[in-house]
């Protein structure tokens, strides 16, 4: 029903920057919150971020306050997270998700991408 790509990943030095990007399809786009996990080798899965329909509200977890920021351009059927401040801690596979229902609440969601690799060298 729905296809997530992500793009945008790579290997950045701490300190710097990236800017993850999720191209939707298969259904109207902003029917859908849309959101971010992050999963280490040998770790859980952790929420990142999320997004709601019509991207006024956003929220984050913890790890990521103040660094990350997650948007959404309707017209382009995109997602992004623009990541700052970037840490060794935040190497990780970063998927992008989508859901009509809380994707934070639920810590999960019904639609996934294929991840991005995301490594932050120190």
């Known amino acids: 029903q729905v296809q997530l790509v992500e793009s945008g990943g790579g290997l950045v030095q701490a300190g710097g920057s990236l800017r993850l990007s999720c191209a939707a399809s298969?259904?109207?786009?902003?029917?859908?919150?849309m959101g971010w996990f992050r999963q280490a080798p040998g770790k859980e899965r952790e929420f990142v971020a999320e997004?709601?329909?019509?991207?006024?509200?956003?929220y984050y977890g913890d790890s990521v306050k103040g660094r990350f920021t997650i948007s959404r351009d309707n017209a382009k059927n995109t997602v992004y997270l623009q990541m700052n401040s970037l840490k060794p801690e935040d190497t990780a596979v970063y998927y992008c998700?989508?859901?009509?229902?809380?994707?934070?609440?639920?810590?999960?969601?019904?639609?996934w991408g294929q991840g991005t690799q995301v490594t932050v060298s120190s």
């Open positions: 997004i709601s329909w019509s991207g006024v509200g956003t």
């Open positions: 998700a989508a859901d009509t229902t809380n994707i934070r609440r639920r810590d999960n969601a019904d639609y």
């Open positions: 298969g259904r109207t786009f902003s029917s859908f919150r």
